[in-house]
C-alpha cells in the first residue's frame, strides 16, 4: 500500500510516523509513504500558496493551483488514479470502520488544508472524499491525516503480530475493549480478576466479551445499538439497565 501526502509541513510527518510500529512497518516495506511540499508548487518566489477569498471574510484561501500541481505531480506517472483525501471539518467523522475500509485501498493520496481551506474548484475536481477526525477545527490537515495513516496502516497484514492484536481491540468489533492487566498480580491491594489467572481459555474468552459489554454500556451505551449481540448477552444488557 502507498500513502502520498500533500502539505505544507512534511517534516511534522517525519518523527511521528518514523517512530514504534508504524516506523518499523515501514522501514520493512510493508506500506510506502511520501510527502509532498505544496509549496514547492508555489510559481512565485515567495512560494505563497493562498490569497484572499472572493466575497470577503476572515482568513486566507488555499489556492487550487499548487495544490493541483503537487498533486498531478504524482498522479501523472501512475496508469490509475489513486484515492484522494481531503482533510476537513466538513468531512465524514473517521471511525474504524473507516480505517477497514481505506486498508483495502492500493494508493491513498492525503491532502493537508490550512488557513480557511481549499479553493472548492481544486475539491471539486480531485478529491474523492472528505474526512474529519472530529467535530472540532485544527490549524491544519497534519494532524488528522497522521490519524488516519496510523489507524488505517496497522491494520495492513504484517504490521501487528497478529490479527487478534486489533480485532479484540475497541471499535473494531463495535464495542470498546475489555480491561488489561499485567504484573504483578497484586497492586496497591488491588488483584487481577481470578479468571484471567486461571488458564482456561474458554472462560477468559467469556469474561474478555461479557466485560466489554460492561465497558461499552457504561461509557459508550449508544454504540450497544449497533452491536451484535447473541440473546444472552442482550439480556446481560437488560440486566445492567436495570441496576445501573
Known amino acids: ?42 510559481g ?13 471574510g476572515a482568513g ?11 498533486w498531478e505531480s504524482i498522479t501523472k506517472q501512475l496508469d490509475y488514479k489513486p484515492k484522494t483525501i481531503y482533510l476537513s471539518p466538513q468531512g465524514k467523522t ?17 491532502i493537508c488544508g490550512h488557513y480557511e481551506g481549499l479553493d472548492q474548484r481544486v475539491i471539486d475536481e480531485i478529491v474523492d472524499e472528505e474526512i474529519s477526525i472530529g467535530d472540532f477545527v485544527l490549524t491544519g490537515g497534519e494532524l488528522a491525516a497522521m490519524a488516519v495513516v496510523d489507524a488505517t496502516a496497522r491494520l495492513l497484514p504484517g504490521v501487528l503480530s497478529s490479527e487478534e492484536s486489533f480485532s479484540e481491540e475497541s471499535h473494531f468489533a463495535g464495542l470498546l475493549e475489555y480491561p488489561q492487566y499485567t504484573r504483578p498480580a497484586v497492586w496497591h491491594g488491588e488483584q487481577v480478576p481470578e479468571t484471567l489467572q486461571s488458564g482456561d481459555h474458554k472462560k477468559i474468552a467469556e469474561w474478555k466479551r461479557k466485560m466489554s459489554i460492561y465497558i461499552t454500556f457504561k461509557k459508550r451505551r449508544g454504540m450497544l445499538n449497533k452491536a451484535k449481540l447473541t440473546e444472552k448477552e442482550k439480556k446481560f444488557v437488560e440486566e445492567l439497565r436495570d441496576n445501573l
Not at 60 to 70: G, I, K, L, R, W
Not at 94 to 110: D, G, N, P, V
Open 44 to 56: 512565485n518566489k515567495h512560494n505563497r500558496v493562498d490569497d484572499y477569498p472572493y466575497g470577503g
Open 60 to 70: 486566507m484561501v488555499m489556492q487550487a493551483e499548487p495544490v493541483y500541481s503537487a
Open 1 to 42: 500500500m502507498r500513502f502520498d501526502i500533500l502539505t505544507l509541513f512534511p517534516e511534522m510527518f517525519e518523527r511521528t510516523l518514523g517512530e514504534s510500529i508504524i516506523g518499523r512497518a515501514k522501514d520493512k516495506g510493508i506500506f510506502e509513504i511520501n510527502y509532498t511540499n505544496i509549496r514547492d508548487f508555489a
Open 94 to 110: 473517521f471511525r474504524q470502520s473507516t480505517a477497514k475500509r481505506l486498508a483495502k485501498e492500493k494508493h491513498i493520496i492525503l
